[in-house]
């Protein structure tokens, strides 16, 4: 059961956009579009920020925005912030026998 | 004010038992299925358990499967995890959560800890 692919750690300055990627299979990420997002600050329960590949909870900012592209879901933050620094974790139903697969993580620095 | 809140953790000796509970309130807690989702010391969210609506599927983990027994109560709107043989790498930040954001009912507890140790 392995799970999705993030990369560890991402930077970037105030104002700047980056994108978090999430590497999976045709089990996962790419057969189903049902890709979450989540943000978590130190000590906290998760955040849910983007669900359904690209929809946005009530009450997240539009400056977070998520797509997919074959097996690999991408979460963009546009207009970082001080706030947005924290672990982001991409999330898929799977086909597998599991119901739910994490990514890694990733940390995200706001430089 | 919706709202879950877990109940349970504990220091535990390897081989143990532990029973977690979660509270529901502000929802209708009948209507959406639950999930089991632990977070081990500076690690990743790793999910471990669900089970639907009215209990008629359940799913686990490999890690945790024949050891952990995911069941809930509507009556009394709890969800809840026994755990047996225990082991070490199960010490965790353990947390209940709908996983429902389709269904724009995404909600997680503040968590509960486990500690496996001896």
């Known amino acids: 059961q392995s799970a999705l692919t993030q990369p560890a750690s991402v930077s970037g300055s105030p104002g700047q956009s980056i994108t978090i990627s999430c590497t999976g299979t045709s089990s996962d990420v790419g057969g189903y579009n049902y890709v979450s997002w989540y943000q978590q600050h130190p000590g906290k329960a998760p955040k849910l920020m983007i669900y359904?590949?690209?929809n946005r909870p009530s009450g997240v900012s539009n400056r977070f925005s998520g797509s997919k592209s074959g097996n690999t879901a991408s979460l963009t933050i546009s207009g970082l912030q001080a706030e947005d620094e924290a672990d982001y974790y991409c999330?898929?139903?799977?086909?597998?026998?599991?119901?739910?697969?994490f990514g890694g993580g990733t940390k995200l620095t706001v430089l | 004010e919706v709202q879950l809140v877990e109940s349970g953790g504990g220091l535990v000796q390897p081989g143990g038992s532990l029973r977690l509970s979660c509270a529901a309130s502000g929802f209708t807690f009948s209507s959406y299925s639950m999930n089991w989702v632990r977070q081990a010391p500076g690690k990743g969210l790793e999910w471990v358990s669900y089970?639907?609506?009215?209990?008629?599927?359940?799913y686990y983990a490999d890690s945790v499967k024949g050891r952990f027994t995911i069941s809930r109560d509507n009556a009394k709107n709890s969800l809840y995890l026994q755990m047996n043989s225990l082991r070490a790498e199960d010490t965790a930040v353990y947390y209940c959560?709908?996983?429902?954001?389709?269904?724009?009912?995404?909600?997680w507890g503040q968590g509960t800890t486990v500690t496996v140790s001896s």
């Open positions: 089970i639907s609506s009215s209990s008629s599927t359940i």
């Open positions: 999330s898929s139903y799977t086909s597998s026998s599991l119901y739910v697969v």
């Open positions: 359904d590949v690209s």
């Open positions: 959560a709908t996983l429902a954001g389709h269904y724009g009912m995404d909600v």
